[in-house]
């Protein structure tokens, strides 16, 4: 594993030594985190043949000044993802959490090979209806300073990180990112439109059937969206490329390229 620029973008990189690829593959991130919780993830795909990277969103690479995210949207987030698929030239877009809901809006500026969605957001027109205790965080967190530009800290760690290890909480934890108060808003309340005509290629969704951020519901009208059947993995939570079992995930998701990805 290599820490590269991509575009606007640092990203990881996992080469592989299989000299007849078979794909590259382009992860992004969620919300709050960075391209280090696709470490494992990334590291089994490469051994698999599978070239891969995973990028940084803006400002969220170490050492960043976090002070410039105030004022971006996740339409700025987006087209950097954008530029980075271009250099790369049509890899399979892999988007977890906030960061499917990017490889969504990507894949319409964009020409991508296929698009997994893992516990995704969902786009304008699906709403995204947490687990009641999230819900009534997430509004005090997002009604409580109205008028507050400033970056918003995570919330609600119980939830996203309710299946992972003691060491594996503490570590994400203490490297959590903000993220800027407008783009938290769109993401919650008013996202981006994205047309299922606008997708060209090939979708997988896959989520945790006790997903406690993006429910089965939520992940079921994306999936219909996009007309294909979704895939449940049983007593799974939000972080899929993390929590035990993340290997079945990247099983998955190589047998789907194998099968669909030209």
């Not at 990334?42 to 004022?71: C, I």
């Not at 009604?143 to 992972?164: C, I, N, T, W, Y």
């Amino acid at each position: 594993m290599r820490t590269v620029n991509i575009g606007p973008l640092q990203a990881l990189h996992w080469p592989t030594t299989d000299l007849k690829a078979p794909q590259t593959l382009l992860a992004i991130h969620g919300i709050w985190v960075g391209a280090h919780v696709w470490n494992q993830f990334g590291a089994y795909l490469a051994s698999q043949g599978y070239e891969t990277y995973a990028v940084w969103l803006r400002h969220h690479q170490p050492g960043s000044d976090h002070r410039q995210l105030e004022g971006l949207g996740l339409r700025d987030y987006a087209e950097d993802v954008a530029a980075v698929v271009r250099e790369l030239v049509s890899p399979v877009l892999v988007g977890h959490s906030m960061g499917g809901l990017l490889a969504q809006i990507a894949a319409t500026l964009t020409e991508p090979s296929g698009l997994a969605l893992l516990s995704s957001a969902p786009p304008f027109g699906i709403p995204i209806i947490p687990r009641l205790p999230l819900l009534i965080t997430g509004i005090r967190n997002f009604f409580g300073r109205p008028f507050d530009s400033s970056p918003m800290h995570p919330f609600a760690d119980d939830a996203f990180l309710e299946r992972l290890s003691p060491n594996q909480r503490a570590e994400l934890t203490a490297r959590r990112t903000p993220e800027p108060r407008r783009l938290a808003r769109h993401l919650a309340f008013w996202p981006p439109i994205v047309r299922a005509s606008q997708i060209q290629c090939p979708v997988f969704v896959g989520a945790g059937d006790e997903d406690p951020v993006v429910v089965p519901w939520v992940t079921r009208r994306i999936a219909a969206r996009y007309r294909v059947v979704p895939t449940f993995y049983h007593g799974r939570g939000h972080m899929l490329n993390l929590e035990p079992g993340w290997q079945a995930v990247g099983d998955d998701l190589m047998r789907w390229v194998e099968r669909f990805v030209a």
